[in-house]
């Protein structure tokens, strides 16, 4: 049986996943991700959310209220060495995002407020890209909309690149609790991609009270919801893991805590 926080993708057409807050019974964080061939347009209302379109792959040209921003993307697979093309937009606007060509692109929502926020193409360049962990836990992590970005009211966005054989989002964290500083609350959605593409990924939600106790075998294109709880990834060998993270919540401010259980491996290892 599949997992109600597993939202399998459809293999071919356009709609590739569509993960509502009404679907994923939260408040906050709305993910699309959609295959467009080239000469294609998908027309998108903001309403009252903010949006983050993340070209994945392929090439676009966004058109908002009357302004085009053209040739948007250069990648040609999301495990490409570089960063995504990417463009914030406010609430209230209508968003054209047409395929120069064949192009995969993610579109990422939240609850916008009432603060005049503007339009914003989001240089590559300037994504912070980090490495985390050691040994088989490294992963590789781009920052396209981080907390410490003033652009936008509620949304973060950020891709982790984990090589096969590796953990991540690991040790297990959790986000759940409006604690700060110890602590903040964030829905999460996970936007899983493998390569090569027949591959699959482990991804574990549980919490402390195992009220939820999930465990996902998720598949090329695959989005996993997180309400609430710890939710660590596992590549196994051969298959690389990509994902794009979309979170949000009351407050833009990202602080995790560590499951106890499992935090001891961060310790320095003990000399001899």
């Known amino acids: 049986m599949v997992s109600p926080l597993l939202a399998k993708a459809a293999p071919s057409g356009r709609e ?119 040994g088989t836990n490294t992963r590789y992590v781009c920052d396209i909309l981080p907390h410490d970005d003033p652009t936008a009211a509620h949304l973060l966005v950020v891709e982790v690149m984990t090589p096969a054989s590796h953990s991540s989002s690991y040790p297990p964290h959790k986000h759940d609790v409006e604690q700060p500083p110890v602590e903040t609350l964030l829905e999460e959605t996970y936007y899983h991609r493998l390569n090569p593409p027949q591959g699959f990924a482990f991804q574990r939600i549980y919490t402390d009270d195992r009220s939820i106790d999930e465990a996902c075998a998720v598949e090329n294109h695959d989005v996993v919801m997180v309400p609430k709880g710890y939710h660590p990834v596992v590549a196994p060998h051969g298959y690389d893991s990509y994902y794009l993270n979309v979170m949000a919540g009351p407050n833009r401010f990202w602080v995790f805590k560590n499951d106890p259980a499992h935090e001891w491996m961060l310790a320095p290892a003990a000399s001899t």
């Not at 991700?33 to 983050?52: F, N, P």
């Not at 395929?99 to 926020?117: G, I, S």
């Open 16 to 134: 590739i996943v569509n993960v509502t807050p009404e679907r994923a019974g939260w408040t906050h964080v709305g993910f699309r991700a959609v295959r467009l061939e080239a000469g294609a347009t998908e027309i998108i209302a903001t309403g009252t959310r903010e949006l983050c379109v993340v070209v994945l792959v392929g090439s676009v040209d966004i058109t908002i209220d009357g302004t085009t921003f053209a040739n948007l993307g250069t990648r040609d697979n999301v495990f490409d060495d570089k960063s995504p093309a990417a463009v914030y937009v406010p609430s209230g606007k209508e968003v054209s995002v047409r395929a120069v060509r064949n192009a995969e692109v993610a579109l990422c929502t939240a609850p916008c407020d009432d603060k005049v926020r503007a339009v914003r193409v989001i240089d590559p360049a300037t994504m912070r890209r980090s490495v985390r962990g050691k």
